[in-house]
């Protein structure tokens, strides 16, 4: 761990710099022009420190309250980088149950910083550090990096080895694995689109191919907790240069589906289904040309996402075996062309 600390840089300057604190000028042009598309790049396990009183945290009731803290990490020299931020806590549930609730960070405090460019960043912690709660953590990452090797229209995830100290306990420090998320802005952009701002999109105005693999994907890892319609851990863009473009459909949040199973997910009542490992297929209509091309992306990519699950060793045997049995299942549905038609074709039609 030592070495991986004094390895790893934010990772991708070789420039020398000085020791920063909150009070230091930096000067390192590299660290100034740091963007979300090099931060997320990047595959390497992130240390980082942060500082802050997590327990005044979990009890603010303001949505987007945010207070002060510090994140510190080694740069490449293995000099110390401190920088100040601003966090708040993400999700009423996890204040109330788990030990380290989700943050947004603002990284943008002081103009200068060689973090700054990062702006705001969601980042999704695991409840509590006991090995169950981390292993839930780090199957909904996977769900993220699946996604990735689908579609570039994804949100991209960057994992982190997060110690925190609490400085209303004494400095009690904890340490988790936790995972950053990109913003929409930075998604859009690489993407050459605009986030697509509407109050009630209708699925049916969506991109068509895009929306079907989308689709496919929630039917994949066994995902009931989202909704187009009302943009319930959904996305969407837009072309950039073309206001009458349809919109693209991004998803996102995936701790509540099959293939993170985790203990206090349920599906919707609506569904009748009794448990997430039950798969329902939500999409709205597609021909066969359509299905087809979404399909054989899958299929195209089954060695990719194979490989991906089997060589995550942050995961235990046991759990990697899990979720490629759970992935099986998906395969052999797709290699059954009646299965399709049924469940992708005839059954969207239905979800009008």
């Known amino acids: 761990?030592?070495?991986?600390?004094?390895?790893?840089?934010?990772?991708?300057?070789?420039?020398?710099?000085?020791?920063?604190?909150?009070?230091?000028?930096?000067?390192?042009?590299?660290?100034?022009?740091?963007?979300?598309?090099?931060?997320?790049?990047?595959?390497?396990?992130?240390?980082?420190?942060?500082?802050?009183?997590?327990?005044?945290?979990?009890?603010?009731?303001?949505?987007?309250?945010?207070?002060?803290?510090?994140?510190?990490?080694?740069?490449?020299?293995?000099?110390?980088?401190?920088?100040?931020?601003?966090?708040?806590?993400?999700?009423?549930?996890?204040?109330?149950?788990?030990?380290?609730?989700?943050?947004?960070?603002?990284?943008?405090?002081?103009?200068?910083?060689?973090?700054?460019?990062?702006?705001k960043l969601k980042m999704v912690c695991s409840c509590n550090t006991r090995d169950y709660q981390q292993e839930l953590l780090l199957k909904e990452f996977l769900v993220y990096k699946i996604y990735n090797l689908l579609t570039d229209m994804s949100f991209k995830v960057r994992l982190v080895k997060l110690n925190y100290v609490d400085t209303n306990r004494k400095d009690k420090a904890d340490e988790q694995y936790a995972f950053f998320i990109e913003d929409l802005n930075a998604l859009a952009k690489r993407n050459h689109c605009k986030p697509y701002e509407v109050k009630k999109p209708t699925p049916l105005i969506t991109d068509r191919a895009q929306s079907t693999l989308l689709y496919i994907f929630q039917f994949m890892i066994g995902n009931l907790d989202w909704s187009?319609?009302?943009?319930?851990?959904?996305?969407?863009?837009?072309?950039?240069?073309?206001?009458?473009?349809?919109?693209?459909?991004?998803?996102?949040?995936?701790?509540f589906c099959g293939l993170v199973n985790a203990p206090y997910a349920f599906p919707q009542e609506e569904f009748n289904v009794e448990k997430v490992t039950d798969r329902v297929y939500r999409g709205h209509p597609a021909n066969e040309a359509e299905v087809a091309i979404a399909t054989q992306i899958f299929t195209d990519k089954k060695e990719a996402i194979y490989r991906l699950v089997n060589g995550f060793a942050l995961l235990s045997e046991?759990?990697?075996?899990?979720?490629?049995?759970?992935?099986?299942?998906?395969?052999?549905?797709?290699?059954?062309?009646?299965?399709?038609?049924?469940?992708?074709?005839?059954?969207?039609?239905?979800?009008?």
Do not use: W
Request: hydrophobic share 35%; net charge positive; aromatic share 10%.
């Open 318 to 352: 046991a759990q990697r075996k899990s979720m490629i049995k759970f992935l099986d299942e998906f395969y052999r549905t797709l290699n059954n062309k009646r299965d399709v038609r049924d469940i992708f074709i005839n059954v969207s039609r239905k979800n009008r």
């Open 1 to 119: 761990m030592k070495c991986l600390y004094h390895c790893t840089l934010l990772f991708l300057f070789t420039a020398p710099f000085c020791v920063a604190t909150a009070q230091t000028t930096r000067t390192d042009t590299a660290f100034q022009h740091l963007t979300q598309k090099a931060f997320f790049s990047e595959e390497q396990i992130l240390p980082l420190t942060l500082r802050s009183d997590f327990q005044t945290l979990k009890h603010k009731k303001k949505k987007d309250a945010f207070q002060t803290a510090t994140v510190s990490f080694i740069g490449s020299d293995g000099q110390l980088i401190i920088e100040p931020v601003q966090i708040a806590a993400r999700g009423e549930f996890r204040r109330e149950h788990c030990d380290m609730p989700s943050l947004t960070i603002n990284f943008n405090v002081q103009d200068s910083g060689p973090l700054s460019s990062l702006k």
């Open 228 to 255: 187009v319609l009302n943009q319930h851990n959904v996305k969407l863009i837009q072309a950039r240069n073309d206001s009458l473009s349809a919109p693209y459909a991004v998803p996102y949040d995936f701790d």
